[in-house]
C-alpha cells in the first residue's frame, strides 16, 4: 500500500464526477474507496433540521426507499462525528467503521462511511482526502439537480418557503479569520424570515430580514430585500445606500407591508462592526461568557417598505469594535416570542442563557444554533406562530 494508489484513486473519482449524473455518485463513491483500497464507502447528507444523516439516494423515485436507514443526529456515533466534525471509529468483529465529517469550506454537509478490515494512519488520511473531494461533488451537482435537495427534505416544502430558501445563502461561511452561521424554522414553512452573509474584500456582510405575515406576500419581500441588498453590495455600496434601495425597491414593488432589518459589516483586519437598525430587535455581543448588556443597543429606526407616505430621514449607521473572539448574534422576534403552550415566552433571558452556555463548553457556533433553534422549536412542542431566524458570527483573527 502506498500514497500512489490512494492519489490515483481520487484522480479517478474527480475525472469521473465531471459528468456523472448526481444518481450515479453512490456507485462512483464505492469504487473509489475499492481503488483507496478502504473498503465500502457510502455518503450521508445532513437533512434540511439537521436532524437525519440521509444516504445520497441511488433512485429519483419518493417511493423508492434508500438502501441505508437515515441516522439520528443526536443519538448515534455517527451524529456524534457530525456534531463535532471529528473522525469517529466504531470497532466490530471484523470490520472497523469509520465515520469521516463532509465539510464544503466550513460548512458541515454529511458524513462518510467508511467499513474497512484494516485501519492504519494512511487509510485515515485517505479517508479524509475522499471525504474533503465527495463534499465538492455533492455540492457541485447539488446546483443542477434536485436528487440531494430531495434527500435533505423529510417532508414536502411550502410555496414560500420555496421561494426564501431559493434566496439564501450557505448556513454557514468563513475563513481562518470569522465564522458565521445560520438557522431558521420552521423551515418547510417559512414565510417572512431570511437572511444573507458574504465576504467580500476583507469584510463579512450580514443581513437579516423579518418580512409582516406568513404567506407567499412575504416570502416575496423577503427575496426583494435580500435580491436588493447584494445588488447594491456587489456594485460597491455602502450600509446607508443599501438600506435605502431595498427600501424602496419593497415599496414599489410589494406595497402596504413593512419589513424589518439589520445590515451590518465586520472588518476583518480590525474588529469594526458597523451597522444599520430598521426597526429589528437589537443585535447582542457576546464575549467570553457573558452577554455585554447594552453594547450594541441603539434605538431602532422605521422599518423597511413603508412608501413615500412616510417622512425619510437619513439612516444612522453605529459602530463598535470586537475583540478577539467575539460573537455578535442576530435574531427575529420569532424566536424570543415563540410560546410553550401555556402561554410562556422563550425569551431572551433564556436565549442568551443558552448561547452563552455553549460558548463555555466550546461549541462551534453552527452547532451551538443547531441545538438552539431545537431547544426553541421544542419550548412550543414544534409549532412556531412566526418564523424564527438567527445568525451567529463570531470573529477569531488569531485562530
Known amino acids: 500500500m502506498n500514497d500512489e494508489q490512494g492519489e490515483a484513486a481520487l484522480m479517478w473519482l474527480l475525472e469521473q464526477a465531471h459528468d456523472a449524473a ?47 436507514e437515515p441516522l439520528a443526529v443526536d443519538s448515534t456515533l455517527a451524529g456524534w462525528a457530525y456534531r463535532t466534525e471529528s473522525i469517529r471509529l466504531s470497532p466490530g468483529a471484523d470490520l472497523i467503521t469509520v465515520w469521516v465529517p463532509l465539510v464544503d469550506g466550513i460548512e458541515r454537509i454529511g458524513l462518510l462511511r467508511v467499513v474497512t478490515a484494516n485501519l492504519d494512519a494512511l487509510r485515515i488520511a485517505r479517508a479524509r482526502a475522499l471525504a474533503s473531494l465527495i463534499a465538492l461533488i455533492v455540492v457541485s451537482k447539488s446546483v443542477f439537480s434536485d436528487s440531494v435537495v430531495r434527500a435533505t427534505r423529510r417532508r414536502p416544502m411550502s410555496l414560500p418557503g420555496e421561494l426564501v430558501w431559493a434566496f439564501l445563502p450557505p448556513l454557514t461561511i468563513g475563513t481562518s479569520q470569522v465564522t458565521s452561521t445560520a438557522v431558521l424554522e420552521p423551515a418547510y414553512a417559512v414565510g417572512g424570515d431570511s437572511f444573507d452573509h458574504s465576504l467580500l474584500n476583507g469584510t463579512l456582510h450580514l443581513t437579516i430580514a423579518d418580512a409582516m405575515g406568513h404567506d407567499l406576500a ?8 435580500l435580491a436588493s441588498c447584494r445588488t447594491e453590495r456587489r456594485n ?15 415599496a414599489r414593488w410589494v406595497p402596504d407591508r413593512m419589513l424589518t432589518a439589520v445590515f451590518a459589516e465586520l472588518d476583518l483586519e480590525s474588529g469594526e462592526l458597523t451597522w444599520i437598525n430598521a426597526g429589528h430587535p437589537p443585535p447582542l455581543l457576546i464575549r467570553g461568557q457573558h452577554v455585554v448588556t447594552g453594547a450594541l443597543e441603539h434605538r431602532a429606526e422605521m422599518a423597511l417598505g413603508l412608501g413615500a407616505g412616510y417622512r425619510r ?31 410562556e415566552r422563550f425569551g431572551e433571558d433564556r436565549l442568551i442563557d443558552f448561547i452563552v452556555r455553549a460558548t463555555a463548553a466550546g461549541e462551534r457556533a453552527p452547532e451551538a444554533l443547531r441545538r438552539l433553534i431545537h431547544a426553541i422549536l421544542d419550548h412550543p412542542h414544534g409549532h412556531l406562530r412566526d418564523d424564527a431566524t438567527i445568525l451567529l458570527a463570531e470573529w477569531h483573527p488569531h485562530v
Do not use: K
Open 22 to 68: 448526481p444518481l450515479a455518485l453512490p456507485g462512483l463513491f464505492m469504487e473509489c474507496g475499492r481503488r483507496a483500497l478502504l473498503g465500502d464507502v457510502t455518503a450521508y447528507v445532513a437533512d434540511l433540521q439537521q436532524n437525519w444523516l440521509v444516504p445520497l439516494p441511488q433512485s429519483d423515485s419518493p417511493q423508492d426507499r434508500p438502501a441505508e
Open 218 to 225: 412575504a416570502g416575496l419581500q423577503a427575496a426583494v430585500a
Open 236 to 250: 460597491g455600496a455602502g450600509l446607508p445606500q443599501i438600506a435605502d434601495e431595498a427600501d424602496e425597491a419593497l
Open 313 to 343: 430621514q437619513a439612516r444612522t449607521v453605529h459602530h463598535a469594535h470586537l475583540e478577539p473572539g467575539d460573537r455578535i448574534l442576530i435574531h427575529t422576534d420569532g424566536v424570543t416570542d415563540a410560546r410553550s403552550a401555556a402561554g
